[in-house]
């Protein structure tokens, strides 16, 4: 069975958005196939501009200065950000709102060891980032603060208190968005972020049984020379042409090891370039469009949920196209049960949570038809 087989309705990190032909049609072709930049790369014009256009796009979305050509995924990228803030503020201690992805906060914790920086998580409260407990928590010892934006349950945080008590705090805002949302949601940029990664997978790669994924790093210019990952600029030849380059090599590839800003070497440049072939193809309508499918769509169901006796959404706080549902009975045996339905009815939250042993996290994505909808919501019923 593959996922296509299914009603998917598992998200919690990787989502099953409709890949286009065209797609896949341009990543097989032999000058594309590779993730490696030849020693040369100024001899790939070709590869070197679809890296530039992708960070153009990155940039463009999230309204940032400079995005790099990529990272492994949504959670490395998520961990070297905060090695960056740590680095340019010379403080060592991270703040990660507990509504960030949990695997994001393990891989962020693992990252911090190796650079001596203290992690500490914020509680939440109604399903967002406790902004009470952040004011709290923050010290001139802070060097940044993670949020997820929708959060890992999909709520929308209150960006722009946090952002106002982090700054205040002379700390740096990091942002890890669900980049799709940014087709109906602010570009973080407008709210104070200086650092904003995500997680790529929603532009143009298939779930793949999780990854490879796509790391996505865009930061503002004081944070440039710290940032990993290849950088392509561009340029004028000789001859007075456009060209492209790998710029500000310096940073990463001729340097001692241990003053190097990352260990990453070969990228995810496959998958960005999917990405930049996707957002071509979707255009700025159409991720407006595919985004305000996504909301309408998990608002139809989360509405039609709450109607079900014994269910009930988790707390009343605006959410993108992901909820958290409470459930009657236990939503491991949910999940199982509905499986032999051909439905993959969710994330059971108490994996992750314990104090959310009885919620259910639900995606809905473009893909899902009023029919799938329907055959869960009849599921979810003749459970309770």
């Known amino acids: 069975n593959t996922a296509q087989d299914f009603a998917t309705f598992i998200g919690a990190g990787a989502y099953d958005h409709y890949v286009p032909a065209v797609v896949r049609h341009v990543l097989g072709r032999s000058e594309f196939y590779t993730a490696y930049t030849p020693?040369?790369?100024?001899?790939?014009?070709?590869?070197?501009?679809?890296?530039?256009?992708?960070?153009?796009?990155?940039?463009?979305?999230?309204?940032?200065?400079?995005?790099?050509?990529?990272?492994?995924?949504?959670?490395?990228?998520?961990?070297?950000?905060?090695?960056?803030?740590?680095?340019?503020?010379?403080?060592?201690?991270?703040?990660?709102?507990?509504?960030?992805?949990?695997?994001?906060?393990?891989?962020?914790?693992?990252?911090?060891?190796?650079?001596?920086?203290?992690?500490?998580?914020?509680?939440?409260?109604?399903?967002?980032?406790?902004?009470?407990?952040?004011?709290?928590?923050?010290?001139?010892?802070?060097?940044c603060v993670v949020i997820q934006q929708p959060n890992f349950f999909g709520n929308i945080e209150p960006v722009d208190e946090i952002s106002e008590k982090v700054q205040a705090a002379g700390a740096t805002l990091i942002v890890k968005v669900n980049p799709m949302s940014l087709g109906v949601l602010r570009p973080p940029a407008e709210y104070g972020a200086e650092i904003v990664v995500g997680e790529g997978q929603v532009f143009g790669n298939p779930m793949a049984f999780g990854g490879p994924f796509l790391g996505i790093l865009a930061v503002k210019n004081k944070y440039l020379r710290r940032m990993p990952g290849r950088l392509v600029g561009e340029t004028v030849d000789n001859r007075g042409q456009r060209g492209f380059v790998l710029t500000l090599q310096t940073r990463e590839q001729h340097i001692r090891r241990e003053r190097a800003t990352s260990n990453i070497c070969s990228n995810e440049a496959l998958n960005a370039l999917a990405a930049t072939v996707y957002l071509s193809w979707l255009g700025k309508e159409g991720i407006k469009?595919?985004?305000?499918?996504?909301?309408?769509?998990?608002?139809?169901?989360?509405?039609?949920?709450?109607?079900?006796?014994?269910?009930?959404?988790?707390?009343?706080?605006?959410?993108?196209?992901?909820?958290?549902?409470?459930?009657?009975?236990?939503?491991?045996?949910i999940v199982k049960s509905l499986v032999s339905k051909e439905i993959l009815a969710g994330y059971p939250l108490g994996r992750a949570y314990p104090e959310l042993k009885d919620h259910l996290l639900i995606a809905v994505t473009e893909k899902r038809t009023k029919k799938e909808m329907d055959d869960l919501l009849a599921g979810l019923e003749g459970l309770a």
């Open 39 to 143: 020693y040369q790369p100024e001899v790939s014009q070709a590869v070197l501009q679809s890296i530039f256009e992708y960070q153009t796009m990155i940039c463009e979305l999230t309204g940032m200065d400079a995005a790099n050509a990529s990272m492994y995924d949504g959670a490395s990228a998520a961990a070297e950000s905060v090695t960056i803030a740590s680095g340019l503020t010379r403080r060592k201690t991270a703040l990660v709102s507990r509504t960030v992805h949990p695997e994001t906060r393990s891989v962020t914790e693992t990252y911090a060891r190796g650079h001596d920086i203290t992690v500490k998580e914020v509680p939440f409260e109604n399903g967002v980032t406790s902004v009470k407990e952040l004011e709290k928590m923050l010290s001139g010892e802070v060097a």
């Open 289 to 333: 469009e595919l985004a305000e499918h996504c909301v309408t769509k998990a608002h139809y169901l989360a509405d039609a949920i709450s109607g079900l006796k014994g269910y009930e959404l988790a707390w009343n706080t605006p959410f993108f196209n992901e909820f958290a549902v409470k459930c009657p009975v236990d939503p491991e045996k």
